[in-house]
């Protein structure tokens, strides 16, 4: 099981004028089987926070740990834009990011491509694929490693409703399938109401403003009552935090 | 948009139309190809014939003037001292002098501007060499050509520096702006996936820098082709600028411009079908990204 441990997490960029609070103290802890969505306003430290746990930037001051069973967790992540490598076809783009090149490896790779709905574009450039067939690659990419825990920066944001609406679903039967933990961050406060058990929702200025708990059982259906009233609930704490602002 | 739920996603393109469509694309691209190389040809023939041309018997009212075949002979007369010489074995040991000058010089030049290149993201040695840089860019190589054989005269030293001076800074340009744009985007996803430095170096770095630094190849080679003919003109008892002067000496037209000719060919040669062969070869992937 995997378990994410953030202490008095302090995160700012540049010196003097043109500094920058990016994460403002934050203290949280993810355990288990979660799926984690955080909501929040452009620039409030999102993808920061995401950038942190997956060890691309290190903290100003603050401590976070990502470990699984007592060793440290092996995180995928999906970035806001794709990240493939231009000069590498799209199954060398997965076989990058993998430890080994045995058979089991590349036939695995091949099995998330097509989960992706991309099993025939292995030997295709990323420039030869539309926006939306590239992000999916990067989706494939976080699957393939079979993370301890999935780390996903607005993924489906690109795609259209019914590609983005198929691999939500996709998703989640992977999520309950492996029990692997997904901290997911969306501006779609439906869609994190329909896909996570617990909402962080952040305020300009890289604050925590709220932790909301979701216990209704899935599949949600955006049209389901107690939905409506948990999507509603959520909004409104949005509401909130637009007034405390202005 | 379809009310109805489906049971599978969509596919882009049924598999059939695909083939076709590519079929097709790469049939048009053929014969765009096979037009454009055959009017490059027919320049060529043009103007080798209008040469030949200007030069028959009919026109002998222009003898005297500069069309006297004694003075510029025609190509065919050309064409027949190309293959004298090349029989007499002068030829491949001129161009095997030349290219020895070419790829020790080019290829010192060649590592000697990327460590310039590397050492300038560092603010105090881009102050350094900034100014050396952009006199090698802006001065004309003659220059070098000519302080280098006053100095070194005929000793293999010369033509080499002569060809670091004129060259060095364009590889040092196109390495630096290649590490200036590095992708960290890139970068940064493969630390998040725990790949190794060496692996992100190897996969990531080296094949981002490649058109910077084969961009510094194709315009240095360029210039030092040109460089180390002049040195060997002016200061050199072998290679084909040292033939050229020969010719020039004995006023011997025909074997002058034979071996300007055998020059212009291997440098095309050179430029056409190898360089552009490496780049189809490695740089298949910016085909793709211009397509789209
Ligand atoms: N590398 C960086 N250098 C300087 N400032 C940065 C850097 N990365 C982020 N910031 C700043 O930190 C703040 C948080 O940025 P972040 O990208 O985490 O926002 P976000 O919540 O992901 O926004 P969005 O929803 O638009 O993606 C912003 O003010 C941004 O300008
Ligand atoms: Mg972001």
């Given at each position: 099981m995997a378990e994410i441990r953030i202490k008095n997490l302090h995160k700012e960029f540049g010196v003097g004028e043109d500094k920058v609070v990016a994460l403002e103290d934050v203290n949280l802890d993810i355990t288990g089987h979660s799926f984690v969505s955080?909501?929040?306003?452009?620039?409030?430290?999102k993808s920061t926070l995401l950038n942190i746990l997956t060890g691309i930037e290190t903290p100003t001051s603050g401590t976070v740990a990502i470990t699984s069973d007592g060793h440290v967790a092996a995180p995928g992540y999906v970035f806001q834009a794709a990240r493939l490598l231009p000069w590498r076809t799209v199954t060398d783009n997965l076989m990058f990011v993998q430890e080994d090149r045995s058979e089991d490896t590349r036939k695995r790779c091949q099995r998330y491509l097509e989960m992706v709905q991309l099993g025939d574009k292995g030997t295709k450039f990323p420039g030869e694929l539309s926006g939306g067939m590239q992000q999916r690659v990067g989706i494939a990419r976080a699957f393939s490693i079979e993370p301890d825990v999935l780390f996903m920066d607005e993924p489906f944001s690109h795609l259209d409703a019914i590609t983005a609406r198929a691999l939500r679903?996709?998703?989640?039967?992977?999520?309950?399938?492996?029990?692997?933990?997904?901290?997911?961050?969306?501006?779609?406060?439906g869609e994190a109401v329909e896909l996570s058990n617990r909402i962080l929702v952040f305020a300009k200025g890289g604050r925590l403003e709220d932790d909301i708990q979701i216990d209704l059982p899935f599949p949600r259906d955006p049209a389901d009552d107690e939905v409506a009233v948990a999507k509603a609930h959520v909004l409104r704490k949005f509401e909130e935090l637009d007034l405390l602002a202005s | 948009m379809t009310t109805t739920e489906p049971t599978a996603p969509p596919i882009e393109t049924p598999p059939a139309d695909r083939v076709t469509e590519e079929e097709l694309a790469r049939k048009a691209r053929r014969a765009e190809l096979t037009s454009r190389w055959f009017w490059r040809i027919l320049s060529y023939i043009a103007v080798l014939a209008i040469w030949e041309f200007a030069l028959l018997d009919i026109f002998s009212f222009l003898r005297g003037s500069p069309l006297d075949p004694k003075l510029l002979p025609g190509p065919s007369e050309v064409v027949a001292t190309f293959f004298e010489i090349w029989g007499e074995g002068t030829m491949p040991a001129a161009f095997q002098a030349t290219l020895t000058r070419i790829a020790v010089g080019f290829g010192l030049s060649f590592l000697i501007g990327a460590m310039i290149g590397i050492l300038m993201q560092s603010k105090w040695f881009e102050g350094f060499f900034k100014d050396a840089v952009l006199i090698s860019l802006s001065a004309p190589g003659l220059i070098w050509v000519l302080i280098t054989a006053i100095i070194f005269g005929n000793r293999p030293l010369g033509p080499a520096i002569a060809i670091i001076l004129t060259t060095f800074a364009l590889v040092t340009v196109n390495v630096s702006e290649g590490i200036k744009a590095l992708p960290k985007d890139l970068l940064d996803m493969a630390k998040s996936f725990q790949v190794s430095v060496f692996k992100r170096n190897r996969q990531i770095v080296i094949p981002h820098l490649a058109p910077y630094l084969f961009t510094g190849l194709r315009f240095g080679f360029s210039i030092a082709w040109k460089v180390t003919v002049l040195t060997e003109v002016f200061s050199s008892s072998e290679g084909i600028g040292f033939e050229m002067r020969i010719s020039a000496v004995l006023f011997d037209m025909s074997e002058f411009l034979t071996w300007i000719l055998a020059f212009f060919?291997?440098?095309?040669?050179?430029?056409?079908?190898?360089?552009?062969?490496?780049e189809r070869r490695y740089f298949r992937w910016r085909q793709a990204v211009t397509a789209t």
């Amino acid at each position: 099981m995997a378990e994410i441990r953030i202490k008095n997490l302090h995160k700012e960029f540049g010196v003097g004028e043109d500094k920058v609070v990016a994460l403002e103290d934050v203290n949280l802890d993810i355990t288990g089987h979660s799926f984690v969505s955080i909501v929040g306003p452009s620039g409030c430290g999102k993808s920061t926070l995401l950038n942190i746990l997956t060890g691309i930037e290190t903290p100003t001051s603050g401590t976070v740990a990502i470990t699984s069973d007592g060793h440290v967790a092996a995180p995928g992540y999906v970035f806001q834009a794709a990240r493939l490598l231009p000069w590498r076809t799209v199954t060398d783009n997965l076989m990058f990011v993998q430890e080994d090149r045995s058979e089991d490896t590349r036939k695995r790779c091949q099995r998330y491509l097509e989960m992706v709905q991309l099993g025939d574009k292995g030997t295709k450039f990323p420039g030869e694929l539309s926006g939306g067939m590239q992000q999916r690659v990067g989706i494939a990419r976080a699957f393939s490693i079979e993370p301890d825990v999935l780390f996903m920066d607005e993924p489906f944001s690109h795609l259209d409703a019914i590609t983005a609406r198929a691999l939500r679903r996709e998703l989640h039967h992977m999520w309950d399938e492996t029990k692997k933990m997904v901290v997911f961050v969306t501006h779609d406060v439906g869609e994190a109401v329909e896909l996570s058990n617990r909402i962080l929702v952040f305020a300009k200025g890289g604050r925590l403003e709220d932790d909301i708990q979701i216990d209704l059982p899935f599949p949600r259906d955006p049209a389901d009552d107690e939905v409506a009233v948990a999507k509603a609930h959520v909004l409104r704490k949005f509401e909130e935090l637009d007034l405390l602002a202005s | 948009m379809t009310t109805t739920e489906p049971t599978a996603p969509p596919i882009e393109t049924p598999p059939a139309d695909r083939v076709t469509e590519e079929e097709l694309a790469r049939k048009a691209r053929r014969a765009e190809l096979t037009s454009r190389w055959f009017w490059r040809i027919l320049s060529y023939i043009a103007v080798l014939a209008i040469w030949e041309f200007a030069l028959l018997d009919i026109f002998s009212f222009l003898r005297g003037s500069p069309l006297d075949p004694k003075l510029l002979p025609g190509p065919s007369e050309v064409v027949a001292t190309f293959f004298e010489i090349w029989g007499e074995g002068t030829m491949p040991a001129a161009f095997q002098a030349t290219l020895t000058r070419i790829a020790v010089g080019f290829g010192l030049s060649f590592l000697i501007g990327a460590m310039i290149g590397i050492l300038m993201q560092s603010k105090w040695f881009e102050g350094f060499f900034k100014d050396a840089v952009l006199i090698s860019l802006s001065a004309p190589g003659l220059i070098w050509v000519l302080i280098t054989a006053i100095i070194f005269g005929n000793r293999p030293l010369g033509p080499a520096i002569a060809i670091i001076l004129t060259t060095f800074a364009l590889v040092t340009v196109n390495v630096s702006e290649g590490i200036k744009a590095l992708p960290k985007d890139l970068l940064d996803m493969a630390k998040s996936f725990q790949v190794s430095v060496f692996k992100r170096n190897r996969q990531i770095v080296i094949p981002h820098l490649a058109p910077y630094l084969f961009t510094g190849l194709r315009f240095g080679f360029s210039i030092a082709w040109k460089v180390t003919v002049l040195t060997e003109v002016f200061s050199s008892s072998e290679g084909i600028g040292f033939e050229m002067r020969i010719s020039a000496v004995l006023f011997d037209m025909s074997e002058f411009l034979t071996w300007i000719l055998a020059f212009f060919f291997f440098a095309l040669f050179l430029e056409k079908v190898v360089l552009e062969a490496i780049e189809r070869r490695y740089f298949r992937w910016r085909q793709a990204v211009t397509a789209t």
